[in-house]
């Protein structure tokens, strides 16, 4: 059985670097807390919080310890909140996410209604609607433009969660035009679609053609490896989403002669390198 990995996959950019500052930070200032999980990936969390950095869940639980912000950010009352507190902050919101903040800032200040593309209860969702003064709108789904209030100022500005597909997107804004076309009078698309992310689907849909089985690895929380695994499902492949390599079934690979392999953009080496390694166990063994 010949095993194929995708031409990109893994660690993200943000994320290494996140996990990076956090490591560094917490060998200077010792102990930390990260208010929610550094990424979706249990193997990661496991090895920060042998270095010290501990997980809480709001500012609430925030004692004198230094906070990370993880690569996802936070709305910027949170921030506000942190600072007032007076806690040592490092932040390690992702680049690419902190310009939807502002975007998001900036077109609610410009007297823009703002509508995210997203799921509304993913961190990095909440955290951009944080940045609109209460005046965005997160949209999860095409159906769900039904939902969107009336009467939104006329003037519209639209983002997407970093790691939606470009497709969907598309199809998203199209839609929101369809069907409001006659409240908008002026509408701004902001491409906010995360470029590690794309050119990651781009491969998984590429790989998903050359072979029968498809192999997604990454947190079951985790956005963009959820939508990999949609990627190669829509080409027609057999596709398991794992978290580890343990998850793997014998059943799976019989008959197969072509596996591909991915992982989303919080996923470690090590987690990949232990699905090949189970992979070809497997193999020898059929
Ligand atoms: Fe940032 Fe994209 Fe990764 S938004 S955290 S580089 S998936």
Known sequence: MEIILASEMGFCFGVRRAVDMMEEATRERGPMVSLGSVVHNPQVVGKLKERGLDVIASVDEVSSRPVAITAHGVSESVVRDLEARGVPIVDTTCPIVTRSQQWAKRLVEDGFAVIVFGDPNHKEVRGVLGWADDKAYAVPTVDAIDDLPHD??????????????EGHFAEFVRTLLEKRMDGISELRVINTLCNATTSQQAAAQELAHKVDLMIVIGGRESANTRHLAEVARDEGVETYHVESAGEIEPAWIEGRERVGVTAGASTPDEAVDAV??????????R
């Open 152 to 165: 939104m100022p006329s003037r519209v500005g639209v983002l997407s969660q970093t790691t939606e597909t």
């Open 276 to 285: 090949v390694a189970r992979l070809r166990e497997l193999d020898e063994g």
